[in-house]
C-alpha cells in the first residue's frame, strides 16, 4: 500500500518517523508545501526566536528518517484531492496513492487594522514567519502584541529587552481565559509586557506610529497578530470531508471515506478524556493522532486514548497542564508556595485539568493518573497533592 | 569530532558524533538513535528523552535542576544515572563517552 501525507509539520513527522520505525512496506509521499525541511514549531515563539540563523537546530526528522528510501519528499503546494481515484494534484503534478493521509495542520488567524502597512504586521506560524519577525526587530523599540494567549506571552518574554517596550493588548476581560486565573496571575507576574485587556482597535494612525484604541493611542513600530490559528480544512470541504471547523474522523483517524485519514490539528474527533468530540492544537494531539494511525497503518489499530497536555514557558516560569478544562469549569487552587502553585479545573467532582506552575511533578503525577481514569476532587483535595493522590492509588 | 557511544532500545550500539555545546537530545536526534521520543522537542516537559548514563560521567556535569530532577522521578525505571536527554549539554570532556537509551519512555 502507498500512501501519501499532505503537509509536513508535527502530525506528519510523527506518523512518518513510525511508519520507517515499523518497516510500513508501501511507499510514503511527503507532500511539503514549505520550502523548508520539517521543523519544529514550539521553539519558533521560545528560545529560537532569539537567534534564528540555525534551522538545524529545529530539525524536526532525523538524518537517518528523512532520508530512507521509502520516502518520497515532494515540495508543492496540493491544489485538490480525489478521494475516490486516490489523487493528490499538486500545483506541479498529480500523483496517485493508496490512501490520503491530511495532515495540513492550522493557519494563524489574521486581523485586518485599518491605516496598518503590510510590512508592520506579523504572525508567527511558520520559520518565515519567525525570520522574517526577527530581522523587523532592530527597528522596532514599541512592539504590540495582540492576543490573550499563551502566544503572545511567550512572545512577550522572548522579545524581551532593555531597549524595548511591549504591551499586550486583548479584546477579552481577561488574559488567558483559557486557564484558571490564578495559574494566569501567576503567569502575568513573569511577564514583561505591559497588559491592557477589553481592548478594540480603531485604526493605525501612520503620523504618531500608533494604534487608536477605545484606550487611546498606544505606540507601535510593529505589531505581532497572536489571535490563535484556524484549521486548514479547504481541500477537505472540497471533496465533503470537512468544515471549516475541522475534519471529522473516528478514533482510529479516518474521514468519512475509507481512503483518507486526517491527523493533528485538524482532525476533529472523540477526545475521550473529555467525552467531547472536538478539536485540540497541542503537540501531544499532533503526536497521539499520528501514533494511533501509524498503528493502523501497520496493522495493530488501537483506538485514539490519550488526555493532551500542554506546556508554556515565560522566562523562568514553567507552566504545564495535564488535561483540558472548559473555560467555565471552576478552580481550586490545590497548592500555592513562593514557587509553585498547582490549580485544579473542575467540573462539580470531575477534575477536566490540573494546571501546575513551577509543578513539574505534580503535572507528571496528573498526566499518570489521568491515563488510569477520571481524578475526583474530593479525593484530590484531601490527598493534599495530585503526586499523593497517584501514589495511594498505587499501594 | 568527539562522540558519544549511544545503545538503544535494541541493544545496539551507535556512534553519536557532538558538537561541544549541543545536548544530548540534539546528537542523538542527528544520529537517528531510536527510542527517545522528546515529545515536547527538548522543552524539559515531557520527560520522554530519558537517557542513562553509563561510563563515568563524573564530575563533567552539573546536577540536574529541580525541574530535571522533579519530570525524572518519573520516568519509567529512573536510576541515579537517568538524566533527559534535552537537558544535558556536552563539551570535550564527553568524548568517548557511553550512554543508554531508557527501555521504555512511559
Ligand atoms: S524532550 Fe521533553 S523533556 Fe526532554
Known sequence: MNIGIVGAGQAACTLIAELVRGQFSGKILVFNGESYRPYQRPPLSKTWLHNPTDSELIRLLPEPIETHASLEWIQDHVVSIEPDQGVIAGKHGRRTVD??????????????????????????????????????????????????????????????????????????????????????????????????????????????????????????????????????????IACGLGTSEGIPTDPLMQTTHPRVSAIGEVSLHTQPHLNKVMRIESISEANDSASTLAKRLLGAPEPFKATPWFWSDQGKLKLQIAGLAARNDEETCLIDTQTERVVIRHNGDHVTAIEAANAAKEFMAARRLFEQGSISHKALLQAGSVFSLLQSSRS | MPQLTCVDPNEQAINVAFEPGETILQATHRAGVDGILAECGGGCSCATCHVILTSDWEGTLDAPSLQEADMLSFAVDSTPQSRLACQVQLNGQHDGLTLAVAKRQY
Open chain 1, 99 to 236: 490512501h490520503i493521509v491530511l495532515a495540513t495542520g492550522t493557519r494563524a488567524k489574521t486581523l485586518a487594522i485599518d491605516g496598518l502597512p503590510a510590512d508592520k504586521v506579523h504572525v508567527i506560524r511558520t520559520l518565515s514567519d519567525t525570520i522574517h519577525l526577527h530581522e523587523a526587530l532592530d527597528a522596532a523599540y514599541n512592539i504590540v502584541i495582540i492576543g490573550a494567549g499563551f502566544l503572545a506571552f511567550e512572545l512577550a518574554s522572548s522579545l524581551e529587552h532593555p531597549e524595548r517596550t511591549i504591551r499586550v493588548l486583548a479584546k477579552g476581560i481577561r488574559a488567558l481565559p483559557k486557564i484558571s486565573v490564578k495559574a494566569a496571575d501567576r503567569l502575568l507576574e513573569e511577564t514583561p509586557a505591559s497588559v491592557r485587556v477589553g481592548v478594540t482597535i480603531e485604526r493605525y494612525d501612520q503620523d504618531s506610529t500608533s494604534l487608536i484604541t477605545n484606550h487611546g493611542p498606544v505606540p507601535a513600530d510593529l505589531v505581532i497578530v497572536a489571535i490563535g490559528a484556524e484549521p486548514n480544512t479547504e481541500l477537505a
